[in-house]
């Protein structure tokens, strides 16, 4: 009897072959690997991302900033000059694991020190894994003001894409506020808070209309229709295809607040990536995407070639107050100008989890020498507790009822040089009180300030636990983000209400959980992911809600600090480090 061969596994295989001879190829094209230099200048600049003009944060004068695109084993080399003039600046490249660099990761007090205006700082790193990236400044709300770009890395030269397409196109999603950030940090650190609100607009590569609607003529409010010559900065993205092809989307949240929903009218869309990692392929009418998530999905051009078509962001999670992002699929038989012919796609109700979950369980890694199988076990497991809480009446947001507050000397050069006057020296828990009721409000909302790390051995394996949990007011629990700095991690499982060790390790998804940087977690739920301390450096790990971590929400990991290099003296000018530097002979 002819032996039964499994379809998936026959295709899983395949792909571990090709796998192995695109690393072997990796030696050669190695030789071809380029540094890429840049210059660039941050500085504020007039500009109408939705129609009304703001004060937005550009880079050379673009909003959103300039695209980068390099190669696997490129070397990005930037000088970045401050023109801001009276704050300092750092930009963290999302997705970039830094290895061997954890200077350049771009975290105010975490990584190094602030740009001071005037000042010149060269990020110099390489990008070790092709993928979909971006970056976006990290310190206080920069985000927020617009600081952001896409950074898009192709596979090696002399490398074959292990997916087929015919051409591609990348959009970086983002929410717009009028109030200015800074004004939006004062509120959140307002007594008693001030909360921001929702955004006014979502942009698509920086554009979104807010004082019109291009989809009126299908709404039953009172918009105005939209009535643009196509060079306004607010114009809608469109992206212009040919019948009958296959196209990449690359897409990336850099949001401030807003979950998101995409979808492409009468398009399916194929996903095949995740923050960097190829996925198993599966077939949706349209995705969920949270801030610090990106995403490519395959798509084909075979509707009717004489009509356009409605490319449509929603917020998800959160009661709209935001309308929909609007872009257009462009088909060459029909003019550049004409709408489609039918509403835009209608996303899934806001509050229907049911549908996110499904569609993050869906997710499933690519097994192959990129994406391994994790370790069947972890030598350490931490249980983060995600809290919403006072403190001396001020409304913050704690991990294991810590809330986070960074030093004045960053941590990195900090722990390299023994400064353990730099920062609370005291480890934070790694559990909470296993009593907590995370259905309720907690009788005692109070917390407090910190700034300790969590000493991870170098080389080992660590999980970590996010439990969810109701915030202050009763019935309400957030969705919330996570992103690792200097890392990717195998998301190994979500549950509903509190995470059980005796029971739910059990659960854990060991064969194919897939490889990410972000991860979300759900309301009144957990998530659970694991990965190995490989990287020497300080990483960050928080929520990537810009005000969430504003407010506290984040920890931070450091492993192998004594096998870091050297560390360039600019990232180390100020507090501690920079007194060291100074009034000694020390030199990094």
């Known amino acids: 009897m002819a032996a039964v061969v499994n379809p998936w596994r026959m295709k899983v295989i395949k792909v571990i072959l090709l796998s192995y001879i695109i690393s072997n190829s990796f030696v050669q094209s190695a030789n071809s690997a380029k540094t890429r230099h840049l210059k660039w200048e941050v500085e504020y600049m007039h500009w109408s991302p939705d129609g009304v003009e703001s004060v937005v944060m550009g880079i050379n004068g673009q909003f959103p900033g300039p695209t980068i695109r390099a190669r696997a084993g490129d070397t990005i080399n930037i000088e970045l000059t401050n023109k801001l003039p009276t ?47 971006f970056y976006h400044g990290h310190y206080g709300m920069q985000r927020s003001a617009g600081l952001y770009g896409s950074l898009i890395v192709d596979v090696a030269e002399g490398e074959r894409e292990i997916i087929h397409y015919n051409g591609a196109f990348d959009i970086l999603l983002t929410d717009w506020w009028h109030k200015a950030s800074h004004e939006q940090e004062v509120d959140l650190s307002s007594n008693p808070m001030r909360w921001i609100g929702e955004p006014q607009t979502l942009l698509i590569n920086g554009r979104g209309q807010f004082n019109c609607s291009l989809a009126a003529q299908y709404s039953n409010s009172t918009e105005n229709p939209c009535t643009l010559r196509g060079g306004e900065q607010y114009a809608p993205q469109i992206l212009h295809v040919l019948p009958n092809k296959t196209y990449r989307l690359r897409i990336a949240s850099s949001t401030a607040l807003a979950s998101l929903n995409l979808a492409i009218g009468n398009h399916k869309m194929v996903v095949v990536e995740a923050d960097g990692n190829y996925v198993q392929p599966f077939t949706v009418d349209n995705l969920d995407i949270y801030s610090g998530e990106s995403y490519s999905v395959l798509f084909t051009t075979n509707q009717d070639p004489s009509k356009n078509y409605w490319i ?73 507790l995600n809290t919403q809480n006072f403190i001396d009446g001020y409304t913050r947001w704690s991990i294991n009822n810590v809330s986070l507050v960074l030093p004045s000397t960053p941590y990195l050069g900090a722990i390299k040089y023994g400064l353990n006057g730099a920062f609370d020296q005291n480890p934070p828990p790694d559990r909470y009180n296993y009593t907590y009721d995370v259905t309720v409000p907690a009788s005692n909302q109070n917390s407090a300030y910190g700034s300790s790390v969590y000493n991870l051995t170098f080389g080992t394996t660590v999980d970590v636990v996010l439990q969810n949990a109701n915030a202050i007011k009763a019935n309400v629990s957030e969705i919330h983000p996570w992103h690792l700095h200097g890392h990717d991690f195998w998301v190994l499982g979500y549950g509903e209400g509190k995470f059980d060790e005796e029971t739910d390790v059990a659960k854990f998804n060991l064969r194919d959980p897939p490889l990410k940087n972000t991860a979300v977690v759900y309301p009144f739920g957990w998530t659970a992911l694991r990965f190995v301390t490989d990287n020497p450096g300080v990483w960050a790990f928080h929520c990537h809600i810009e005000p969430h971590l504003h407010m506290g929400m984040g920890v931070i990991f450091a492993e192998g600090v004594d096998r870091v290099g050297r560390i360039p003296v600019e990232a180390m000018a100020c507090g501690l480090t920079g007194k060291m530097l100074m009034n000694s002979n020390v030199r990094p």
């Open 87 to 133: 704050e300092g600046v750092v930009i963290h490249w999302h997705g970039i694991r830094q290895i061997g660099t954890p200077w350049a990761d771009g975290t105010a007090s975490i990584s190094q020190c602030a740009i001071n205006p005037g000042e010149t700082f060269v990020y110099n790193f390489k990008v070790d894994k092709a993928g979909t990236y």
């Open 312 to 384: 449509s962001v929603n917020v998800r999670g959160r009661k709209p107050q935001t309308p929909p992002a609007l872009a257009l699929l462009h088909y060459p038989n029909t003019h550049i100008s004409t709408l489609p012919t039918s509403p835009p796609p209608v996303a899934p109700r806001w509050d229907d989890y049911d549908v996110s979950k499904s569609f993050t369980k869906k997710l499933l890694g690519l097994v192959g020498p990129t994406n391994p199988p994790p370790p069947p076990t972890s030598d350490r497991r931490i249980i983060l």
